[in-house]
């Protein structure tokens, strides 16, 4: 139910002092009500106990209310007993008032959850429910106890219609002035300036004399109806500059001398029939009140609509001056600059004066036409969070790396442009030296790298010029015979430039390992790289006596990486993986290379080794720089191939295997146009 979420923490220690204010509160409307009535109506002109309950029920949780009603009960036996009315008619009175509280604060609360007047929809739901449904339901049966009991000799629908405007009036005059009071700020009162305190006053004042000379005073015959309408000024005047506090305070001021003249016959209330009387106070009371409610709900909702937009509006200003981005306003019909701030001017070099009335492109802050292009189509659909990067320049010819975005907005009830400039130029500028400093990186990786290999390619290389060198000396004693062998020679020269592009392929592979450039990315086969990683490392792996193990998928998608680059992580992870079983007996030297396309996600490179593992906890810190488990290691190499794969926006990662050793696994993201 709404109610229980809404309702506020009432400690205990509150039930037993609010039960007594209650008590005394209802004790004293009783009075007040039975002094209000006009003999011989057994109703009041205005019955106050009724409207003090539903707002003492208005402000209490539900789960509260038992108490408040049973704190009423004996104010109501002592108020009404004493004045010699019958028990059971005292009884009926309490049922019906009883019931006409809960019905309209059970209502209210249940449309409304805060117990207040200041805005048009909580004040409609207040005169709805409390005003108009709860006093008319409830007369019903109040009307019926009073026929029942035989009290008075007014009729039922007598009964009825006074005791219905008779709560009406009361929970208009009474309930708006406690809802207020008791919800009310109490330390925001020495914030009200002076003049505030005299404006009171001063309307105060007013509205005292005026109705004591319109209610109290001797008026002459015919006159008094028009003169019903001088307290309007004032009751104007509390409404539009005290809202809701000071149209409820100052109509329960009116309705107090109002009702006071209509008991003692003055005018204009000097009907020759009570009923009659009570009847046209409590006409004009009502139709008073509810439009001065009306409009000092909707003047304090009007001002806290102002108060939110004028701190939205600071707040935006004070936003807008400071921040540390560029920002630019510009109309929407034409581009121009209506405003900029302090980073703006800074940025561009131009002052706010020049700035105002000229587009950017008039300023000239665009280095490309195409950016200008670019800049002017993304202002046709703002607003959706989306950036776009534009090269600008300054008034000095100072280029800008920058990023814009455009919101539409509306200043002064026309549609504007709020254009956010950040200046990324330096961390464009720390991308690139990064970048840099990476390469940079992993160029010497790779040639500590091929320092490690150096025997190994040196055997490569050895290999064919050694057999160049055989080839030709046996050339040449072929050629020294009568008659030279001519097709053996043929057949030496065909070895000869066999062995020369072999080691000119060895050459080859050396000088693109130690070359240095940017990434550069292609469409490669993961196995490819795989067999030609094999073939570099053929001599040191025979060298470390390991035997690798393949196991190549047959079908992979082709992946956008940086050849060289790719060739130094698997060099790199195979070598250690080396390291790892050197100490190992020579028949267990053996590393595994998979292949395999995971889940249709990424292209999976695994190396698997039978050495001694990855310490407990340190499957993380292996790719930390300068942590090495090698004796004469430097710690780099698993940082550098953990990075490069990081540019290639894959990821690298180490397992140790169940039974021993450890496994390497490299993730990449497949080409778009491949995957699938």
């Known amino acids: 139910m709404r109610l229980a979420s809404v309702e506020p923490v009432w400690p205990r220690t509150r039930t037993l002092g609010a039960m007594l204010i209650v008590a005394v509160a209802y004790y004293v409307g009783v009075r007040v009500g ?42 109501h036996l002592a108020g009404e007993l004493s004045e010699g009315i019958p028990l059971t008619m005292v009884l009926c009175w309490f049922i019906s008032n009883a019931s006409e509280a809960l019905i309209g604060a059970g209502a209210a609360r249940l449309l409304e959850p805060v117990p207040r007047v200041d805005s048009f929809r909580r004040v409609t739901v207040f005169l709805v429910s409390c005003v108009f449904f709860a006093p008319f339901a409830s007369s019903f049966l109040d009307a019926a106890f009073v026929a029942w009991n035989r009290f008075g000799t007014a009729g039922y629908w007598e009964v009825w219609r006074t005791r219905f405007f008779s709560n009406a009036l009361a929970t208009l005059a009474l309930v708006p002035v406690i809802l207020q009071t008791a919800t009310a700020r109490l330390d925001r009162l020495r914030d009200v300036p002076p003049r505030r305190y005299v404006e009171a006053g001063a309307l105060t004042l007013g509205l005292l004399a005026t109705c004591t000379t319109v209610f109290l005073g001797r008026l002459a015959p015919g006159t008094g109806t028009a003169f019903l309408y001088a307290p309007l000024p004032f009751l104007l005047w509390a409404a539009v500059r005290f809202g809701p506090g000071g149209s409820s305070g100052s109509l329960l001021v009116m309705a107090l001398f109002a009702i006071w003249a209509a008991i003692h016959g003055q005018r204009p209330f000097d009907a020759t029939s009570s009923s009659m009387n009570a009847l046209a106070v409590q006409l004009f009371l009502i139709v008073t009140s509810v439009p001065l409610l009306t409009i000092g709900a909707v003047m304090a909702e009007r001002r806290r609509v102002e108060q939110a937009l004028r701190g939205s509006e600071e707040r935006f200003a004070v936003a807008f001056r400071s921040s540390p981005d560029a920002f630019a306003i510009a109309r929407q019909s034409n581009g121009h600059i209506v405003d900029v701030n302090e980073r703006w001017e800074a ?3 131009f002052t706010r004066a020049e700035a105002e009335g000229r587009s950017p492109a008039e300023l000239d802050l665009f280095l490309y036409a195409t950016d200008a292009d670019r800049f002017n189509a993304h202002l046709v659909s703002p607003g959706h969070g989306h950036e776009i990067e534009l090269r600008l320049r300054s008034r000095s010819g100072a280029v800008l790396q920058a990023v814009v975005t455009a ?5 002064a009830d026309k549609p504007c ?35 490690e290999l150096s025997a190994a390619l040196a055997h490569e290389l050895n290999q064919p010029l050694a057999a160049i060198m055989a080839n030709a000396r046996a ?51 993961v196995n490819e790289i795989v067999r030609e990683v094999l073939g570099l490392m053929h001599s040191e792996l025979i060298q470390r006596e390991v035997l690798v193990h393949t196991r190549l998928a047959p079908v992979l998608p082709r992946v956008p990486a940086d050849r060289v680059q790719l060739q130094q992580v698997l060099m790199n992870l195979l070598l250690n993986a080396c ?5 190992r007996p020579r028949e267990e030297r053996q590393a595994t290379i ?16 039978q050495g001694t593992g990855i310490p407990e906890g340190k499957l993380e810190n292996v790719f930390e720089p300068f942590f090495t488990s090698k004796q004469h290691g430097l710690g780099l190499g698993l940082a550098i191939c953990r990075t490069i794969v990081a540019a290639h926006g894959g990821r690298l990662w180490a397992v140790n295997n169940p039974d021993r050793g450890a496994t390497f696994h490299l993730a990449l993201q497949p080409d778009a146009h491949d995957a699938g």
Do not use: K, Y
Request: aromatic letters at 4%.
């Open 34 to 75: 039975l002094d209000l009535t006009m003999r011989p109506n057994p109703v009041s002109t205005m019955w106050p106990p009724n409207a003090i309950l539903t707002a003492a029920l208005l402000l209490t949780p539900a789960r509260a209310w038992w108490t408040v009603v049973l704190a009423a009960l004996p104010a």
């Open 347 to 349: 940025m561009f070099g």
């Open 407 to 411: 919101q539409s907005v509306v200043m």
């Open 417 to 451: 442009f709020l254009i956010i400039i950040r200046d990324i130029t330096d961390r464009r500028q720390a991308e690139r030296e990064l970048l840099e400093q990476r390469e940079e990186l992993a160029h010497l990786g790779r040639v500590a790298l091929l320092g």
């Open 475 to 525: 050339g040449q004693r072929l050629m020294a015979r009568q008659p030279p062998d001519l097709p053996e020679v043929r057949n030496i020269l065909e070895d000869i430039v066999a062995d020369d592009r072999r080691a000119s392929e060895v050459i080859r592979r050396l000088h693109a390992l130690l070359e240095r450039g940017e990434l550069q990315l292609q469409s490669l086969d």
């Open 579 to 583: 390291d790892a079983m050197g100490e």
């Open 594 to 609: 998979t292949t395999a396309w995971a889940n249709g996600d990424a292209v999976m490179v695994s190396v698997a080794d």
